[in-house]
């Protein structure tokens, strides 16, 4: 297989290093920015956020720094359609969405891998903490060695073509590693924080940017506790998630949190912090990320991106949702977050939450 990798460049210091230590193995490279929206798309007059003109630049300096091409590459339309619309649909329906596993799975490995093809390159190149290896033809997705920066979990969805094409070249490294790679190196953005919030949401006010995207206004309704009985009014049902406490609005003499949203009576329930925990999820829309899944009778799992993975059992049903049994209850768990099977390192398989 030939050298010729694609760097994806976000303008932060991960992928400018990934291209750093891959010109450094001796492949043939050229970075690419997916240009994923305007700022004016939404409703941001500021350039601080992922993809915006200063990230742009500062992909381009470590590019001209390291003597690779540069590219941008106009991705809007199918950002939009596949990653904000997305967004905006779950939020609606009472689910709350991931859409970083959505950008991964549609643009970063899908419209970036087209151009792979398209410009005859051999890989994609990413600055995921996480890494891929090879056993008897197959290619396992296995976590990041430094495990607080993990990011096998929201990579689930790769297919076994995509994984092939695929280098992290920061798998085997800490983050410590990698600025200092960048400090030694002059890099502009060795000591660029790390973007924390949604790229497009970067103030973190979910519902203020899905009512300005869409123009509408989503209407109070009530707030019940698990027998029915109307505790208040809530704000609008995009407002809410489950497991959430503050920003609720109402007092009631004891913490209360959200454990359901209804959609259709436009009602969001509220109960006490022990009646969040369940011990059993159903996903569908699975992915296997190893060759035989039906194998594993134990794994651990994870349900959401911070949290420490957890013992668990999961069978295949028939339909090929998965039922996944924790050993012990687990905090809100939430509809349409994606569950992630492992099995030790390396990723069985995930799925969205039902």
């Known amino acids: 297989m030939g050298k010729k990798a694609i760097i994806a460049m976000s303008g932060g210091v991960d992928s400018s290093v990934a291209a750093f230590i891959m010109k450094q193995k001796g492949y043939e490279c050229i970075g690419a920015t997916m240009k994923l929206y305007d700022n004016g798309d939404i409703q941001l007059s500021r350039e601080k956020t992922c993809c915006s003109l200063d990230d742009i630049e500062d992909a381009r300096s470590v590019a001209r720094r390291l003597d690779m091409s540069y590219y941008v590459f106009n991705f809007k339309d199918e950002f939009r359609e596949k990653v904000i619309d997305k967004f905006i649909r779950i939020y609606e329906e009472g689910g709350t969405p991931n859409p970083c596993i959505d950008c991964n799975r549609y643009l970063k490995f899908s419209k970036l891998f087209q151009r792979m093809r398209e410009l005859d390159y051999d890989f994609v190149v990413t600055g995921h903490y996480a890494r891929v290896e090879e056993k008897d033809g197959w290619f396992y997705l296995k976590k990041g060695v430094d495990l607080s920066k993990d990011q096998s979990y929201v990579l689930y969805s790769l297919t076994q073509e995509q994984l092939s094409h695929i280098k992290f070249p920061l798998g085997d490294y800490s ?11 002059g890099f502009i953005n060795a000591h660029k924080k790390d973007s924390q919030d949604i790229c497009f949401v970067p103030d973190g006010d979910y519902a203020k940017f899905i009512e300005s995207y869409t123009g509408k206004i989503y209407p109070q309704g009530d707030f019940i506790d698990t027998k029915g009985n ?42 006490t912090n022990d009646e969040l925990f369940s011990s059993t999820l159903t996903a569908d829309d699975f992915n296997w990320l190893v060759p035989d899944p039906e194998r594993y009778t134990r794994c651990t799992a994870r349900v959401r991106y911070n949290m420490k993975e957890q013992p668990a059992a999961f069978s295949i049903n028939a339909d090929g949702t998965v039922t996944v049994n924790f050993d012990a209850p687990q905090r809100a768990i939430t509809k349409s977050q994606a569950v992630v099977l492992y099995d030790g390192e390396t990723v069985i398989g995930g799925g969205t939450i039902l």
């Open 175 to 185: 983050k410590n590693e990698i600025r200092n790679i960048a400090e030694n190196n």
């Open 230 to 271: 109307v505790l208040g009014r809530h704000n609008g049902i995009i407002r809410y998630t489950n497991g959430q406490r503050k920003g609720l609005g109402i007092a009631l003499g004891k913490p209360m949190y959200v454990s359901a949203k209804d959609t259709e009576n436009n009602t969001v329930t509220l109960s």
